[in-house]
């Protein structure tokens, strides 16, 4: 699932959509060699570059937030594709 796909989950299910999240942002990939919509990302992948960034970061403490939000996040959509299935 890309992360403009639980943007518009979060929108579903009432949650009020910050304005930024609409500005096309980017992200250089190593893999790719080339610079990619992070919306476009699949939520896995934003995880992992999160892992990168952050896992070595001197501040980590201070993401830890933004972590349990996509914990959380994962958890809502995996419970929803759970629920589709039925």
Known sequence: MKLKQVLEIQ??????IPIDMNHKWV???DSREEYVDIMELDIVHA???LRKHVG????YEDYQ????????MTWVINTM?????R
């Open 27 to 29: 992200y250089y990939s």
């Open 81 to 85: 594709k759970q629920n589709l299935k």
């Open 65 to 72: 937030d933004t972590i349990n939000v996509i914990k959380e």
């Open 56 to 59: 070595q970061d001197e501040y």
């Open 47 to 49: 995880i992992r570059i």
């Open 11 to 16: 929108e579903v299910l009432g949650k009020t």
